[in-house]
């Protein structure tokens, strides 16, 4: 599985970007899709994750009722809506297969992370 990020920018506090991930490869079918992000001089951290076969979605505390992650299956694609942000949420994301958890090392595929710059 190749997995391509893309959509990171620079946004004023209070805005919105859209992340995409872009699976190729061997179909994730029966795999979940993860964001997580990692600000200078701090560990990655979890953000969302998604279920490819149902849906089914979990969020990080810091993120919750601000962003939403979904899929598209016929486009192999999954996105991260990122609204009312904050400079805090500036970070490099990455996408990441095949696991819904929030711990990073469930993972076995990582795109190369788009930076998002949130300015006050």
């Known amino acids: 599985v190749q997995l391509q990020a893309s959509g990171g920018g620079l946004a004023q506090a209070g805005g919105s970007l859209r992340l995409s991930c872009q699976a190729s490869?061997?179909?994730?079918?029966?795999?979940?899709v993860g964001w997580f992000r990692q600000a200078p001089g701090n560990e990655r951290e979890f953000v969302a994750a998604?279920?490819?076969?149902?849906?089914?979605?979990r969020y990080a505390d810091s993120v919750k009722g601000r962003f939403t992650v979904s899929r598209d299956n016929a486009k192999n694609t999954v996105y991260l809506q990122m609204n009312s942000l904050k400079v805090e949420d500036t970070a490099v994301y990455y996408c990441?297969?095949?696991?819904?958890?929030?711990?990073?090392?469930?993972?076995?595929?990582w795109g190369q992370g788009t930076l998002v710059t949130v300015s006050s």
């Open positions: 990441a297969a095949n696991s819904q958890m929030p711990a990073a090392s469930m993972y076995s595929y």
């Open positions: 490869g061997r179909a994730p079918t029966k795999y979940g």
């Open positions: 998604v279920s490819w076969s149902d849906g089914n979605t």
